[in-house]
């Protein structure tokens, strides 16, 4: 469980930026192959270099009726309508921890396939993101 988060040092200044506002990126993305026709789940991380705060506020995907927002919080799994990208840190969806739930799977993504997924934020708009299909077991830690 080394999700040591090894920002410091964060200061650049690419496009004139101030550090004032939200600069996210999205790295680590992948949805394990569902072993269910209708539900899968996803997982990524989302940087913000910048110096202000944001919000994931939803998420939407074409290869489900319905994408929805999970936390855990003590074990227990609960669905959000937003959470905090923080300024200068990240937001971790991993399993066992936060996660998005695909719901209605308008088909059964296969191990190889890539689902197209858009982020919706409070202040930085809109951000697409291509999600590859795991092994069921798959284990970013161990690239397995």
């Given at each position: 469980m080394a999700g040591v988060m090894a920002l410091a040092g964060c200061g650049g200044s690419a496009s004139g930026s101030d550090g004032g506002k939200p600069e996210l990126s999205v790295g680590s993305a992948y949805m394990p192959q569902p072993v269910s026709d209708s539900m899968a789940a996803g997982f990524l991380t989302i940087t913000n270099k910048g110096g202000t705060q944001d919000q994931l506020t939803s998420v939407t995907?074409?290869?489900?009726?319905d994408v929805t927002v999970h936390q855990t919080v003590g074990g227990?799994?609960?669905?959000?309508?937003?959470?905090?990208?923080?300024?200068?840190?990240?937001?971790?969806?991993?399993?066992?921890?936060n996660h998005l739930m695909f719901d209605k799977l308008k088909?059964?993504?296969?191990?190889?396939?890539t689902i197209?997924?858009?982020?919706?934020?409070?202040?930085?708009?809109?951000?697409?993101v291509e999600m590859p299909v795991k092994s069921a077991t798959y284990n970013p830690a161990t690239g397995h």
């Open positions: 995907s074409d290869a489900a009726g227990a799994m609960q669905e959000v309508d937003h959470l905090a990208v923080p300024a200068h840190g990240q937001l971790v969806f991993k399993s066992g921890g088909r059964r993504p296969k191990q190889g396939q197209l997924v858009e982020l919706h934020f409070a202040k930085s708009g809109d951000l697409k």
